[in-house]
């Protein structure tokens, strides 16, 4: 699927009246890192699940654009053309950046948003540089792509081995785009500060032991106007992966 001359990969499942709620993943990865939880979200909702540009099976932008608003506007795009009502858009680490891009380019495309261990502005972010040493992932081998990565997860978490082999697919090149892409957007402007006046339900979860964003960050979105924070024990940066079950629990509130 096309927009502004990108190609999305997209994927869906669940009943096609179920409610729609639509997943977006963070940086290094790709719509297979919601797999996990698709088991507690599909009896329900109609679930899509969309590769950021150059991620998982979408192509590239010749220009690596990755500006906030321009995917978000894209994001949008994509979603009309699957004819899809307002969505509920969860987005998990830089994933909740681009959600937030969504709402302020379309609101009209978003019913609610949960962020999942999304930093509200670049002073939230506490992460220790990791030197990759060199321009391809393939020059690394799987304990050092896991090292590179271990902060992304609670001590002790063993880090899948289709996880690794997403992150070794995922160009080297994107990946810096990316990450140079949302400071700005988070500099200019805390999410919170761009959420409040678009009038949304949020829902907020961060790991306790979130080791890039600190989790006592997670207090900032509460100048959004009925924000919903809930931090749990036990987990990481990704919680969606690390206890599935449970993050589908707090977002549909069973």
């Not at 795009?77 to 380019?105: N, Q």
């Not at 271990?150 to 001590?155: A, I, K, L, S």
């Not at 999410?191 to 006046?197: I, K, Y």
Request: proline residues 7%; charged residues 20%.
């Amino acid at each position: 699927m096309t927009a502004e001359g990108v190609g999305f990969a997209v994927f869906e499942d669940g009943p096609r009246d179920g409610d729609p709620l639509l997943l977006i993943h963070g940086t290094a990865a790709s719509s297979r890192s919601w797999e996990p939880l698709l088991p507690f979200a599909t009896s329900a909702h109609r679930v899509i699940r969309i590769d950021l540009p150059g991620c998982g099976r979408s192509a590239m932008p010749e220009t690596l654009d990755y500006g906030v608003a321009t995917v978000g506007r894209q994001i949008g795009m994509v979603l009309d053309r699957l004819d899809v009502g307002p969505v509920t858009a969860v987005g998990h680490s830089s994933g909740g950046v681009f959600a937030t891009g969504l709402a302020e380019e379309c609101p009209g495309a978003v019913s609610a948003l949960a962020l999942i261990d999304t930093g509200p502005s670049m002073g939230s972010y506490i992460a220790e540089g990791v030197d990759l040493r060199g321009a391809s992932w393939a020059e690394l081998t799987d304990d050092q792509l896991r090292q590179a990565m271990r902060d992304g997860f609670h001590p002790g978490f063993a880090i899948p081995q289709d996880y690794v082999d997403q992150f070794r697919q995922l160009d080297f090149a994107v990946f810096g785009a990316v990450s140079i892409a949302i400071r700005p957007y988070l500099s200019d402007r805390a999410l919170p500060d761009r959420l409040a006046p678009l009038g949304k339900p949020l829902l907020v979860i961060f790991g306790e032991q979130d080791a890039r964003w600190n989790p006592a960050s997670a207090d900032d979105y509460r100048i959004v106007p009925d924000a919903r924070i809930e931090l749990l024990d036990g987990l990481g940066h990704s919680p969606n992966l690390e206890d599935p079950e449970r993050v589908a629990r707090t977002i549909f509130a069973v």
